[in-house]
């Protein structure tokens, strides 16, 4: 391919991608305008075993915007009472069905890459701050987390005391990139390099069960060479942001504007943006 041609592909990816965080950060702002608050990245009640909290609803942030995104049809199918919420006709139907706004173009990923093939894949995940954890770094079932967006969060706009348009919540991962499944250890939080490898990053725009669906950190930076770890028994995570993107990702501001950030940008800086509420001089970025 001629490389004027090439340049032009890459343009026209990178556009169609940022369209598509224009669109969720659209569809972000117009669910707090209806709810008051912004969606849980996923959502689980406080059971008791059993069943245990793994049986419950884990229907993720993407489904629950779905009818601010022109896809009213396909959220009025899905049966919200449904524990866990990947099973029975509708829900089978629904995580199985491909949203393009919720695809970056640039991205080669498919369900079969995955592994998953009975789910249609997202390469858009939510900010957990420098947190691996469901609930962002904050107690459990407290809705304290540190980002936008976590397991049965419920954030308003004043709650992010950083400023909207210093703090993200959405950016990119790249589907079926590699992972070893263990959880992470240490402060920071660091893979042990043990485990095998798993495929099945951002394997659904649905079914937010398990942390390499729906997050990323900021533990790691954008594009990280290290080895990067999904949990494996409901503990840490190191899941950055990538793209194949030439030189970084792109952001969601919880204002709505997207930003494109470099791979090499201070890591301080990106922790400080990926955090709502911690008080310092975010820099340049």
């Known amino acids: 391919m001629p490389r004027s041609q090439r340049h032009r592909m890459m343009g026209f990816t990178l556009s169609s991608c940022k369209n598509n965080l224009k669109q969720l950060g659209l569809a972000l702002h117009n669910y707090h305008d209806t709810f008051n608050?912004?969606?849980?990245?996923?959502?689980?009640?406080?059971?008791?075993?059993p069943p245990g909290n793994w049986n419950t609803s884990m229907i993720g942030?993407?489904?629950?915007?779905?009818?601010?995104?022109?896809?009213?049809?396909?959220?009025?199918?899905?049966?919200?009472q449904l524990e866990p919420g990947n099973g029975g006709t509708n829900n089978t139907t629904v995580r199985g069905t491909e949203v393009a706004a919720y695809r970056c173009p640039s991205d080669p990923g498919t369900r079969a890459t995955t592994g998953q093939t009975t789910y249609a894949p997202t390469n858009y995940v939510a900010c957990t701050a420098d947190s691996g954890g469901f609930f962002a770094g904050g107690g459990s079932w407290l809705n304290n987390g540190?980002?936008?967006?976590?397991?049965?969060?419920?954030?308003?706009?004043?709650?992010?005391?950083?400023?909207?348009?210093?703090?993200?919540?959405?950016?990119?991962?790249?589907?079926?990139?590699?992972?070893?499944?263990?959880n992470a250890t240490g402060t920071p939080s660091a893979c042990p390099g043990a485990a095998g490898f798993v495929n099945d990053r951002g394997f659904s725009w649905f079914f937010a069960q398990?942390?390499?669906?729906?997050?990323?950190?900021?533990?790691?930076g954008p594009n990280?060479?290290?080895?990067?770890?999904?949990?494996?028994?409901?503990?840490?995570?190191?899941?950055?942001?990538?793209?194949?993107?030439k030189g970084?990702?792109?952001?969601?501001?919880?204002?709505?504007?997207?930003?494109?950030?470099?791979?090499?940008?201070?890591?301080?800086?990106?922790?400080?943006?990926?955090?709502?509420?911690?008080?310092?001089?975010?820099?340049?970025?």
């Open 37 to 49: 608050v912004f969606p849980p990245a996923s959502v689980r009640r406080n059971a008791p075993d």
């Open 61 to 80: 942030w993407q489904a629950r915007i779905l009818g601010f995104m022109e896809q009213s049809a396909l959220y009025d199918l899905i049966d919200w």
């Open 146 to 182: 540190r980002s936008v967006l976590f397991q049965n969060s419920a954030v308003n706009m004043r709650d992010i005391l950083d400023g909207t348009s210093n703090t993200m919540a959405v950016s990119e991962c790249r589907v079926g990139s590699q992972m070893r499944n263990e």
């Open 210 to 220: 398990s942390m390499q669906v729906w997050s990323y950190s900021t533990i790691v």
């Open 224 to 245: 990280t060479t290290i080895t990067e770890c999904r949990q494996s028994t409901g503990g840490t995570a190191v899941l950055g942001a990538r793209s194949l993107h």
């Open 248 to 285: 970084g990702v792109q952001v969601l501001l919880s204002d709505g504007a997207i930003r494109f950030v470099s791979d090499n940008i201070n890591l301080t800086t990106w922790q400080r943006l990926g955090h709502k509420s911690d008080g310092q001089v975010l820099g340049e970025f």
